[in-house]
């Protein structure tokens, strides 16, 4: 990247890391499994979508349950591939809604990112609604 403004792995980084966070976030906000954790995802998705980097937002959601870990894992590999497929080039650590204009196939890494973004979002939505299911209480009632 640093001689072309642009490479595979810089693809891959945009579309299998800030956009997969970015869904998980995202998903996290609009429908949490506790109370405060839309809180918490919120400053997460806008770092992530305005600067293209802060992947480590999603962690706290990833590493508290499997579903939401694997789905990264899978979201990740979907956009990959999707890059792999289209030989998208591009940069990170850019704002989110510029990336596809410094890439070499706009379109094709708008595509790729949707992937990540909507994958990641849907794994993370199966998973909260699923605790909130198995949790009637939502895991907020605390001690009796």
């Keep these: ?3 072309t403004g642009q490479s595979f792995l810089g693809a891959v980084d945009m579309t299998g890391l800030v956009m997969v966070s970015a869904g998980i976030t995202l998903a996290n906000i ?3 499994k506790n109370r405060g954790e839309s809180a918490v995802a919120a400053p997460g998705f806008l770092i992530n ?4 980097t802060f992947v480590e937002a999603a962690y706290p959601f990833m590493f508290s349950d499997r579903i939401v870990f694997g789905g990264a894992i899978l979201s990740a590999g979907v956009a990959g591939t999707l890059v792999g497929l289209f030989g998208i080039r591009g940069t990170a650590y850019v704002p989110s809604p510029m990336a596809p204009f410094l890439s ?3 379109v094709s890494f708008v595509i790729a990112m949707l992937a990540g973004l909507v994958c990641a979002f849907l794994f993370t939505l199966y998973a909260n609604r699923r605790y909130k299911k198995l949790n009637p209480d939502g895991g907020d009632a605390g001690p009796a």
Excluded: L, T
Excluded at 49 to 52: E, L, P, Q, S, T
């Design 1 to 3: 990247m640093e001689k």
């Design 104 to 106: 070499n196939h706009a």
């Design 30 to 32: 609009v429908y949490p």
């Design 49 to 52: 979508m305005g600067f293209g």
